[in-house]
């Protein structure tokens, strides 16, 4: 890599880091390009050569959020390891991604953003359903194994993050409620995951 390009990957970066300082503290419709730029300490060409508008700064916004949440450790499927210990080490990673003050801080603007427009709601949902996570492979790949039933998988992933973002997530994003304890967070993983393998598993 040359000097020029580390140079350019550092406003890159420069940049997100700003917009996800002022999306925090501002919100959407409140976040202007100019203050990302004065923030980042870029000229406002400088941001528009990496992202040409506001929407498209905001989408890789979220797109760092979706590899904060899909990127994690990687846990693949083990046939040889019991089902149960794999899905709850899949949920506490995305426990304790639940519980880091930057992802709700990001979240809350998310969901204000999509209220006001739903087609760039739309747009992200489209965008990150393209991205296979590793909860969903995971399923799959138990799927493909016998253990788990067969079916809709996208389905069954959301039915298993529902069980655990009523409690853990959407309280904490819409109603300022606190984050869940260590302990907390692993009875209520516990439990989702013994829920869930009582109708999927075979």
């Known amino acids: 890599m040359t000097s020029t390009q580390r140079l350019t ?10 917009a996800i300082t002022e999306f925090r503290a501002n919100g959407f419709d409140a976040t ?5 730029a004065a923030r980042a300490d870029v000229s406002k060409r400088t941001l528009y050569n990496h992202f ?10 979220l797109r760092v959020m979706w590899q904060s949440s899909s990127s994690q450790k990687e846990v693949p499927y083990r046939a040889n390891v019991p089902m149960r210990a794999q899905l709850l080490e899949l949920l506490m990673q995305k426990m304790a991604l639940f519980a880091d003050d930057s992802f709700l801080d990001l979240a809350r603007v998310a969901i ?3 209220i006001h427009s739903p087609e760039r709601a739309q747009d992200m949902v489209n965008r990150l359903g393209q991205k296979e996570g590793g909860l969903l ?13 067969s079916g809709d998988t996208s ?3 959301r039915q298993l993050e529902s069980l655990v973002k009523g409690v853990a997530f959407w309280p904490q994003v819409t109603m ?3 984050k869940l304890s260590p302990r907390e967070q692993r009875k ?3 439990a989702a995951v013994d829920l869930f393998l009582s109708h999927y598993a075979v």
């Open 9 to 18: 990957d550092r406003k890159r970066e420069a940049i997100i880091q700003a």
């Open 32 to 36: 202007s390009v100019d203050k990302v």
């Open 52 to 61: 040409p508008s506001k929407d498209e700064l905001f989408a890789e916004i």
């Open 112 to 114: 204000a953003a999509f």
């Open 137 to 149: 492979g995971w399923i799959r790949a138990a799927q493909r194994d016998g253990r788990l039933k």
């Open 155 to 157: 389905l069954a992933v």
């Open 176 to 178: 300022g409620q606190p």
């Open 188 to 190: 209520l993983a516990s």
